[in-house]
C-alpha cells in the first residue's frame, strides 16, 4: 500500500470527472476569474478507469465521484459501471448538488452505484437560490425522492454551515433528515480556493454546531469504524439516525488523511488546499504503461507532506493571517 512521508495511506480517491457545474455557489466557485477546462484537455472515461483501476492495485479501497457537478458529464454511467467491477474496491460513492436526480438516479443504480452525498445548505427557497445563485431547491428535494425510490442508500446530506449565512438552520436540516432517513454531515466553512472571502469569524465550529443540535436532540458518539474518516459521527439517543460533523478548521485531522485526489484534467493532487497537482495525463496521453503510470502514482505520493488545515489551526491561534494560493474547488472537487 501506498505511504506518504508521515505514514498515511492511500486509501480514498476522489475524482473529478468535469469543473462544469450548474451551480455557481459562493463558497466554492469564482464567478468572474476562472478558466474552464478545454473540453478535449478533460480525461475521458476509458483514462478515468484505467487510473482508477492502478491506484486500486496499489491499496485504494475507496472511489467518490464529483465535480464540479458530475452529473452535468453525458453518460456518467458508463463510468459507474467501469468503476463498479473494479476487482478490490469496496466502495463507490457520488457526490452531487441533486438537481439532476430525478432524471439519472435509475440509470445510476442500474449501472451499479449504490450511495450518494448531496449537498443541501439550505431548506428556504430564496437562501437556497442566493447560495447557489442559479439553484432551485424543489428540483434538490425532487432528485432525493427519486433517489431514495431507485433505492439509493445510504444518501448523506452534507451541508457546510457559515455563520450568519444558514447557521440558524441547522435544526431544520437535522429534522428534514431525520423526517426522510437520511444521514446528514454538517461541515465547517473552509478557506476552499482563493475567492470565497473566508476567514475564521466566518466558522460556527464543530463545538457550536453540536451545542445546537443537542439543545433539541440528545446525541451520543458513535463507534468509529474508520478512524480516517474525515466526519466523527452521532446518533441520536431517540434512535433517530445520526449525524456527522467534519470539522478541518477547529479540529485538524491531516494526520489520518488517506485522500488522493484525481482532477478532471488529469492531475493527481494530494490534498485538497494543495497550490500544484502532478499530471497523469501527459503520461496517459504519451503512451505510458501501466508500470510507468503506478510508478508516478508512487512518487506523488511517497512525497506527501501536506498538512495545510494543522498549520492552518496554528495560524488562527496566533493570530496571523491564513494566506496562499490553491486549486480552486470548482477544479479539484471534494
Request: hydrophobic fraction near 40%.
Amino acid at each position: 500500500m501506498l505511504r506518504d512521508i508521515y505514514n498515511r495511506p492511500a486509501r480514498d480517491l476522489r475524482i473529478s470527472v468535469t469543473d462544469r457545474c450548474n451551480f455557481r455557489c459562493t463558497s466554492c466557485m469564482p464567478l468572474d476569474k476562472y478558466v474552464w477546462i478545454e473540453r478535449q484537455e478533460i480525461l475521458a472515461y476509458e483514462e478515468i478507469a484505467r487510473l482508477a483501476r492502478l491506484f486500486v492495485s496499489l491499496g485504494v479501497e475507496k472511489i467518490r465521484l464529483t465535480g464540479g457537478e458530475p452529473l452535468l458529464r453525458r453518460g456518467l454511467e458508463r463510468l459507474v459501471a467501469q468503476l463498479a467491477a473494479l476487482a478490490g474496491l469496496k466502495d463507490l460513492c457520488l457526490t452531487t448538488n441533486g438537481a439532476l436526480l430525478t432524471e439519472k438516479a435509475a440509470a445510476l443504480r442500474a449501472a451499479g452505484l449504490r450511495r450518494i452525498n448531496v449537498s443541501l445548505e439550505s431548506l428556504d427557497p430564496e437562501k437556497f437560490r442566493r447560495i447557489t445563485q442559479r439553484g432551485e431547491l424543489k428540483r434538490v428535494l425532487e432528485g432525493l425522492s427519486a433517489a431514495k425510490n431507485e433505492g439509493l442508500a445510504p444518501i448523506k446530506l452534507n451541508a457546510v454551515i457559515e455563520r450568519g449565512v444558514n447557521d440558524d438552520e441547522i435544526l431544520d436540516l437535522v429534522e428534514f433528515a431525520r423526517g426522510n432517513g437520511f444521514a446528514i454531515r454538517f461541515i465547517e466553512y473552509m478557506d476552499v480556493g482563493n475567492v470565497n472571502d473566508w476567514r475564521p469569524d466566518k466558522v460556527f465550529s464543530k463545538r457550536e454546531i453540536l451545542a445546537r443540535i443537542q439543545s433539541r436532540y440528545p446525541l451520543r458518539e458513535a463507534p468509529r469504524e474508520d478512524p480516517t474518516a474525515p466526519a466523527v459521527d452521532y446518533e441520536f439517543a431517540d434512535g433517530g439516525g445520526e449525524v456527522g460533523v467534519i470539522a478541518s478548521v477547529t479540529e485538524p485531522f491531516c494526520s489520518a488523511c488517506t485522500r488522493v485526489r484525481l482532477t478532471a484534467e488529469g492531475k493527481l493532487v494530494t490534498c485538497l488546499f494543495a497550490e500544484t497537482g502532478h499530471d497523469l495525463k501527459a503520461l496517459l496521453r504519451g503512451g505510458a504503461g501501466d508500470e510507468e503510470l503506478k510508478q508516478a502514482i508512487t512518487a506523488a505520493w511517497s512525497g506527501r507532506n501536506d498538512r495545510y488545515s494543522e498549520q492552518r489551526f496554528t495560524q488562527i491561534q496566533s493570530g496571523s493571517e491564513c494566506q496562499r494560493k490553491k486549486i480552486e474547488m470548482i477544479t479539484l472537487g471534494g
